[in-house]
């Protein structure tokens, strides 16, 4: 998997996923043009969306008719003495059993980008120079 990031404006990022273009930008309390959610958003809406896909690609296995899943998810990034905490809120409808929302609710637990943010991380990073276009 792959995301390149280019500056399209003062912070407003141009996002190129495959054959799909986000933008990302920073709100105009912090000096952007709020073009698009800022890349601590997308982090959010990353949890948010991975998860109802995996509740989704769960339930459809099972032949169980969830409806429509919603999952909001509150992000507060890590503060001194505070660490990272996201807090998922995950609707489902009310004719679910008790059993079938408490399995959803452990299979949420195992998205891929949960899976990611809990586990350790590891970066390599490499610079390259390259002439500036005139």
Known sequence: ???TASRAGTYRQ???IRDHQLTSDEPTDKGGDDTGPSPQELL???LASCTAITIEMYAKRKGWDV????VACDYAPAERGCPTSFKLTMRFPDS??????ERLRVIA???????TLEGEVMFHERVERVALAS
Not at 67 to 70: P, S
Not at 109 to 115: E, G, S
Request: aromatic share 0%; proline share 4%; hydrophobic share 40%.
């Open 14 to 16: 141009v996002i190129r």
């Open 96 to 101: 679910l059993s008790d059993e079938q929302v």
């Open 44 to 46: 959010a809406a990353s």
């Open 67 to 70: 409806g429509n899943v919603e």
């Open 109 to 115: 637990a195992k998205c891929p980008v949960h899976r």
């Open 1 to 3: 998997m792959k995301a």
